[in-house]
């Protein structure tokens, strides 16, 4: 799945759960995935980031300079992510997977491709 495309269903799919913000996923991942080296992977982890209410990363290694300000997140959230948040992302991550399989088949079906179930 494009890492564009991921941003757009990990943020629908937090809406399925109380403990995360689909709304604060949508902002942060589109304001901070630009901030890490790798552009893929700013997506989803901006994304995830906004969603969990928490700032990833920090300092980083940067063109061989230690980078202090390279946070995704929201300024206030808190640092870091809890063995909670990583099973919590877990379910996020599956759920994604599941909205993205039915998109794409719903994309198969309206596009007349579906040579398996005919």
Known sequence: MPARISWLFLSGA???YPQLSGSNALKVGWR???K???FNAGWCEATVA?????????PIWRDGRLAQNV??????????????DIQLVNSLA???????????????CYSGFLPFFS
Do not use: Y
């Not at 906004?50 to 920090?58: D, F, N």
């Not at 959230?77 to 809890?82: C, I, N, Q, S």
């Not at 599956?94 to 198969?108: A, D, E, K, Q, Y």
């Open 50 to 58: 906004g969603a969990l209410k928490i700032k990833l990363c920090g």
């Open 36 to 38: 890490l080296p790798s």
């Open 94 to 108: 599956l759920t994604s997977s599941l909205i993205g399989s039915g998109f794409t088949m719903v994309m198969l």
């Open 14 to 16: 937090a809406v399925f």
């Open 71 to 84: 946070w995704l997140g929201r300024q206030g959230d808190r640092e870091g992510a809890t063995v909670k």
């Open 32 to 34: 901070d995935h630009f």
